[in-house]
Each structure stands twice: as C-alpha cells, then as structure tokens.
C-alpha cells in the first residue's frame, strides 16, 4: 500500500507507528489536531477528525486509513459521543467516499472490560461488556466497522489494543502488554493481509501470563516476539506477587471496572 491515513498521529501509539510502518515507496499520510512534522517518506494534514470535509480529503489516494483519532481514556459523555462515537463514524464514513478500501480500527480491550478474569484469556469476538464511557465508544466504533464491511463491502479489522507501552509497569499489565516492537507488527500484518473483510481481534505480545487471545491476530500474519515476562521480576518487586482477591484483577478492565470510577 503506497498511501496509508494515520489519524491521532500526534498521540502515544501513533507515534510509536510512524517508524515502524515506514516503508520505501510508502506515504504516512499523518492527521491530528496537533502540528505535526513531517519527515522523508511522510505528509501531514492538521485536521479534526469530527470534520467529514477534512477527513475525506485526508482520505483521497490513500489505500488504508489507521484510525487511531480520538479520545484515549474516560471523559464526560458529551466528549465520548463526539470524539470516539461521531469522529468514528466520520472516519468510515470518509473513507467510504473517497474510496479508501480498508480501515484499520483501533478499539480496545476496555470494550470488553467486565469480561470476569474466569472468562479470561479473552476470545476474538467477545460479546461487548464495555467498563466506561471509553469502552462503550470502542463498541460502537466495532459496530460501524460490521456495518461498513457488510453494508459497503469494506475490509475492516478492530484491534482490542491492551496495555500498549514501551514496558509492562503494572501487575495487570503483564497480562496485557503490547511492545511498540509488536504494536508495528500487528499493525503491518493488518495493512498486508489479503481480503480479511470483517475481523475483531486483540492487540498484546506473547505474555506468558496473557489474558488475550492472539488467534486471530495471527491469522493475519502476526507474529508476535516480545513477553511481559521479560519485566515481570521487576514489576513484581516493586508491587508484590498477585494477590487473587485483588479486585483490580477481578475483570479484564482491572481498575476501570472499580466502582468509584467516575464516569467521565
């Protein structure tokens, strides 16, 4: 593919991407709100992802759009139901009008955080059981992307990203680590797989103590190299061993399930 859309490109795993999606003979064509500089081998389009003008004209020429746009952890619904519900929509939709075949959606395992850890490791497909605000916009983000794909015939792939960060630094998150080594791997083997019409899967490293099921990442050609177990001993020096009625680790969402979250 020699042109590929990357919304919220300015952001964490974004820029994480940029290196390692690049490629000779290939454009990142990079959006967001922020100014981005653009280097060898890169475009960059400041514009909100809300704006269906904006995003459409992002779209023209390009053969994929990474949508990773949006707001990135809880806040107050009216933000949730712009941002990640509309700006969603706003970004298949653009792509359907300027004939951009594939969307690369970046969803979350917040979309299914009450998944109760008896349930884990978390199968590709799971029933939505979001534990926000954040997840019920990544839910309905997987919606459109069904609807898109069925409707209009676009190949469209939800990753259920988990803990996405250079190292594990949490207990939880020895379970649900994604390298940035292996977050461009995933993303490349989306980008590179033939006809996968409709897919949701997850987006995690090879944890030996995993909680995501990695089946249908690999049927895309994932190959995943990296272990949280790499870090584990010293994540478990500074927080202790697991301790099994810790409610953090009761449900996949860990500390997004608790009740005195705030909703927004």
């Known amino acids: 593919m020699s042109v590929i859309l990357i919304t919220g490109a300015a952001g964490r795993i974004g820029s994480m991407l ?5 490629r000779p003979g290939r454009t990142l064509r990079l959006l967001d709100i922020a100014e981005i500089t653009a280097r060898p081998g890169e475009e960059a389009v400041r514009a909100d992802v809300t704006d269906l003008a904006a995003m459409t004209a992002a779209c023209a020429g390009a053969q994929a759009l990474v949508h990773l ?5 809880e806040a107050p619904w009216e ?8 700006g969603t929509y706003v970004a298949f939709e653009a792509a359907r009008r300027a004939g951009t075949r594939r969307v690369i959606f970046a969803s979350s395992n917040h ?8 349930a884990l490791p978390a199968g590709d497909y799971a029933f939505p059981a979001p534990d926000t605000y954040y997840g019920v916009s990544k839910a309905a983000g997987e919606a459109l992307a069904s609807l898109y794909h069925h409707r209009h015939g676009m190949d469209a792939i939800c ?9 594990p630094v949490t207990v939880r998150s020895l ?6 080594d292996d977050a461009g791997r995933l993303f490349e083997a989306c980008l590179s797989a033939p006809a996968p019409g409709f897919r949701v899967i997850y987006g995690a ?34 927080h202790g061993e ?9 449900y996949l969402g860990g500390e997004f399930t608790l009740p005195d979250v705030p909703s927004g």
């Open 18 to 22: 940029r290196p390692r999606l690049a």
């Open 242 to 250: 697991p301790d099994p009625d810790d409610p953090v680790l009761a």
């Open 205 to 238: 490293s090879a944890n030996t103590r995993g909680w995501l099921s990695l089946a249908g990442a690999r049927e895309l050609g994932y190959v995943p190299r990296d272990d949280a177990e790499a870090h584990a001993a010293s994540v478990l020096a500074r």
């Open 175 to 180: 379970s649900t680590w994604l390298s940035p």
């Open 159 to 167: 990753i259920r990203i988990g803990t996405c960060a250079e190292r």
């Open 69 to 73: 746009g949006g707001l990135s952890g």
């Open 79 to 86: 933000q949730i139901l712009r941002v990640n519900i509309h």
């Open 111 to 118: 979309a299914v955080g009450f998944l109760p850890r008896s």
